[in-house]
């Protein structure tokens, strides 16, 4: 029979690993609250939002950064952090995906009165409420919504970025302005720490973002060396808009399990550092202990597309290279509104693109659930994986998907 591609992205369990909640607002939702919270948006509708901010094709990374600055205006109070985080929550269920981290710098969000344990009790209510509500929807043997929060410390800031950031420098003006974002960084995960232990709140991971080059990850290797003493897990954006070297000290200082993007791993001409001599054999020696780690790579391919337009098309993308080179890959949208992106959309394109065949697809999607930070214990996330895979392979077999066939790309549509 046929295979309807779409039918079936649609209906397999999915995860999204690197998804950004201040990027992933309902456009509808930021119009709103922008009103009631009188914040001046460059338009007051979805079609101009969408020409002026949030559009097809950005020039660069600062471009495609510059509507966070709209969306964090609006999500200030624990009203609106609650909605976003619930709305959030609901979207995903209603694609297929299952398990979710979203991730999120709370220092952006917080102010005088409302600070870092605040902004999570209210994302985690959001998410919770939407948790609850979906649990009765749910048939019986199939995989329930699942949700985890990552924090993000930042590698760089101004005043501008919020009141928290303002009140920080002002505290501590003779401060290196690197040394200062460590010391924030060490703060945060501190918080994460005791959100996680003494609050309940399911904070999974740590993750490091923002501005990669002249901001290097070992300014923040105390604020993981924390984290990691605390079981924390880790993750860090690094070869997104740098190096592959960034991705090397992510994984080395930084004891990374995931790596946000990593787009670069192949690119030894983006290298800079003046002691690697040999640059294509440090890529390729690192493309192979990454893989021989198991060092999960958070592919976001629309979005690497938006922020490299020198990448040209879905099909110069590394996600193929990085798949023949074995490495574990989890699809993921980065930016839900901001790209305009699902992750079944995403899916899409790697197996379109990427030439997917039907265990590539199974094992990504897999990978996506065995290599998440599930908040429970790991017979927990086993019995939870298990039944995905179950899942998976029904679906692979009722739309006549053979594991046992030749390899080859999955037929396309049309």
Known sequence: MALDLDKLLAALPKTDLHVHLDGSLRL???????????????????????ELVFKPHYVDLPDYLAGFAWTCAVMQDAEALERVAYEFALDNWAEGVRYVEVRFAPQLHQHEGFGTRAVLAAVN???????REIAPTVPAGEPDFRYGIIVCALRMFTEHFSAYYRQLLHALPSAPRRALAGLASLELAREAV??????????VGFDLAGQEDGYPAIDHQE???????NFLHKTVHAGEAYGAESIFQAITALHADRIGHGYLLFSPERIVDPRIAD??????RLAEY?????????VCITSNLQTNPSIGTVEAHAVRQMLDSRISVAICTDNRLVSHTTVTRELGLAVRHAKLTPRELRDIVIHGFKRSFYPGSYAEKRRYVRQVIDRCDRLLAEHGLSLAAPAGALPLLG
């Open 279 to 284: 640059r294509t054999r440090f890529a390729s």
């Open 125 to 131: 209510a959001g998410l919770a409420r939407a948790q």
């Open 194 to 203: 005791w959100a996680r232990d003494e609050a309940g709140i399911p904070v």
């Open 290 to 298: 990454v893989a021989d780690r198991r060092v999960t790579i958070e």
């Open 28 to 50: 509808g939702t930021l119009i709103e609250l922008a009103r009631e919270r009188g914040v001046a948006l460059p338009s007051q509708t979805p079609d101009g939002l969408n």
């Open 223 to 229: 604020a993981y060396a924390f984290a990691h003493a």
